[in-house]
């Protein structure tokens, strides 16, 4: 079994920025793609960024520029550094990873972006 734990979510304000990590914990051998995904109430749960085992990454657009994702393998971590955020980024966040064919999930940490 391989278990994911978010942290670093909370209430900022507009244009702040935050960091997201995730570290996966367990039965790991090696992680392929991991990524980060973010749902808001009444909305489907949609990707924001992945990066690959080599450091490849994607992003969705309403996040390119302000949004980075990274991983330290040496940890089993990803980090989600956001910057410049708007209200629209207000969800719960989760942490996604592959280890040996199967997708594992956080139990998500919520971010809200408001004034």
């Known amino acids: 079994q391989v278990q994911l734990v978010e942290s670093g979510g909370g209430l900022v304000q507009p244009g702040g920025s935050l960091r997201l990590s995730c570290v996966a914990s367990?039965?790991?051998?090696?992680?392929?793609?991991m990524g980060w995904y973010r749902q808001a109430p009444g909305k489907e749960r949609e990707l924001v960024a992945s990066?690959?085992?080599?450091?490849?990454?994607n992003y969705a657009d309403a996040v390119k520029g302000r949004f980075a994702i990274s991983r330290d393998n040496a940890k089993n971590t990803v980090y989600l550094q956001m910057n410049s955020l708007k209200p629209e980024d207000t969800a719960v966040y989760y942490c996604?990873?592959?280890?040996?064919?199967?997708?594992?999930w956080g139990k998500g940490t919520l971010v809200t972006v408001s004034s």
């Open positions: 367990g039965s790991i051998f090696s992680i392929n793609d």
């Open positions: 996604n990873a592959w280890v040996r064919g199967l997708g594992y």
């Open positions: 990066i690959t085992n080599g450091g490849s990454t």
